[in-house]
């Protein structure tokens, strides 16, 4: 969690999640995750998403928090079944034949290595920048102490960024795996020494109840947001597109 030089540490700090934010992955998130499910899981013969699959998986999107979810989501699509709450879809993991979280995350994982092994571009392809946050990003000081914190392995991140010639180092691509992303950035704060810390993410339990003064949270959204989650919700502070490039530039 270091990366931050001494001449930087009178600036915040800028953590963006990934997918949602930085990246719309959910077409290969799709790809993957249908194929973890049907082909490794259920043990059937290869076969593309058909078109029926991917309107309702794009709606319960919003409730994925890592790569494991996904799997789960194609089972909830394969039985026909929708949920409109967190709440509920947390749930399903209950259901009787669900393995355990790691046999999930296990099968995902290996159908997104296999894909991005087997066509490169094609992986990369569905996993597109949003235009106006690779803009944005290009605007900040090489040196500037942005950094990536992801539910996604950082060797799948590193590989979009690389692609589109966004330059971060190794050290500023954060895994978080099994703790709060609000937690490991209290953490960044006493590490590096910075002021305070900006955090754009797309997924509301990923921020909401932040108590760290020193923590600055916003929803992306362009994001996989819930209406639900901005309705009514003055606690949120939802940023637009060019909320996001008013936000960067300020930090120049």
Known sequence: MNGQTTAGAHRPLLVLDFDGVICDSVEECLVSSWTAYHELFRGLPPAD????????????????RSGEDFVLL???????????????????????GIPAHTVFKDLFYQARTNLMERDRPAWLAMNPIHGHVAAAIARLPPAYPLFILSTKKAQFVRETLSANGIRIAVERVLYAEG??????IGKMLKTTGAPRAIFVEDQIDAIKGNTNPRIEVYLASWGYVQKSWVQGNPAVTVLSPEGFRELLAGLV
């Open 49 to 64: 998403p058909p078109p029926a699959a991917r309107a309702p998986f794009r709606a319960m999107r919003p409730f994925v």
């Open 74 to 96: 194609q089972e909830l699509v394969d039985k026909g079944d929708s949920v409109d709450s967190q709440e509920e879809f947390d749930r399903a993991w209950k259901r009787p």
């Open 179 to 184: 703790e709060p992303k609000l937690s490991i």
